[in-house]
């Protein structure tokens, strides 16, 4: 046996009964959870916040190298420095660069330029994508799969605080190079997503859309 191989800890093998049961009571939970743009100003719990974000440092990566980074942003004044350089972004996407297709596709969404719950949610998680590290002499360090594997991570933070009762919003302005000069992140990191999070306010409404049907995303070979 390898030495620097261990047991895998904590398996249990179910019963086929107990993982369907599993797998449907997750799928509900899931189920319910949407995308809101509007927040509460209540503030949501550091520890909740923390253990999300430790349920996403367990995702999969690339060699191991865990290249992820996510930044917590709580006050007004950053929050509201991030709101206006998203702000100025959107507005060029809007203007144009986006193109009349891809704003036909939004349109039933009902978004647009402005983006109140950047300063309305109690909550931003600015999350990174680490293209290299340095190792103890100042070298780069390449990691592999950065990409893949930070998406995976930032699903499981989602997933996280929504099985905690939160709500989120994945914000994705084009290009988002304004987070890392406001947040002061390093050379190797790339902004990979923002994503807003709070309680959703009363009497929220959201579009009427569906997901697509497992036929139609599923197939057997």
Not at 70 to 92: L, M, P, T
Request: proline content about 8%; some cysteine; glycine content about 4%.
């Amino acid at each position: 046996m390898n030495e620097k191989f261990i047991p895998l800890p904590d398996y249990i093998r179910r019963s086929p009964s107990e993982m369907e049961t599993r797998a449907e009571d997750f799928y509900a939970l899931m189920k319910a959870r949407r995308t809101v743009r509007e927040f509460q100003s209540s503030e949501v719990p550091e520890s909740v916040i923390n253990v999300c974000i430790q349920t996403a440092g367990t995702a999969p990566s690339g060699a191991n190298q865990q290249p992820w980074y996510f930044a917590v942003i709580r006050d007004k004044q950053v929050k509201k420095e991030i709101r206006i350089a998203a702000e100025e972004e959107e507005r060029e996407f809007y203007a144009g660069r986006a193109g009349d297709v891809w704003l036909e596709t939004l349109e039933p969404l009902g978004t647009d330029p402005d983006k109140p719950f950047l300063e309305a949610a109690p909550v931003l998680i600015a999350i990174f994508e680490q293209k290299y590290s340095l190792d103890d002499k100042g070298n780069k360090v390449k990691n592999y799969y950065s990409k893949e594997s930070t998406g995976i991570a930032t699903g499981l933070l989602i997933t996280a605080l929504h099985n905690a009762g939160l709500a989120t919003l994945t914000h994705t302005p084009s290009p988002m190079n304004f987070l890392k000069t406001i947040l002061k992140r390093p050379e190797g990191e790339r902004p990979f997503l923002l994503l807003v999070v709070g309680f959703p306010a009363k009497d929220v409404t959201v579009p009427d859309i569906n997901k697509k049907p497992l036929d139609e995303i599923r197939s057997e070979h």
